[in-house]
């Protein structure tokens, strides 16, 4: 069939092939896979920080009470001599 009959029976030579809808359906079906499975990613890590924090957190407390022990045995000893 020639151009002008494409035209003249109606058909729209700027639409997309259906074998591209295809493509572009499948592509955007990836795409989301992909984005899916980022933000798991993402929740997975922020899950590990939030944990690493409160380590962190933990981990300062015992060096805040560590500290005050050290302190205290210094004054005390000072006081013995």
Not at 9 to 25: F, H, I, R
Not at 27 to 41: F, H, M, P, T, V
Request: charged share 35%; hydrophobic share 35%; glycine share 4%.
């Amino acid at each position: 069939m020639s151009d002008f009959e494409e035209q003249a029976w109606g058909a729209d030579s700027t639409a997309p092939a259906v074998g591209d809808l295809v493509k572009d359906a499948l592509k955007k079906e990836k795409l989301l896979k992909e984005i899916e499975a980022s933000q798991q990613d993402l929740r997975t890590i922020l899950g590990r920080v939030e944990t690493v924090q409160k380590e962190v957190q933990k981990l300062t407390s015992d060096n805040e009470t560590l500290q005050m022990y050290i302190d205290n045995l210094t004054v005390q000893m000072a006081k013995r001599r």
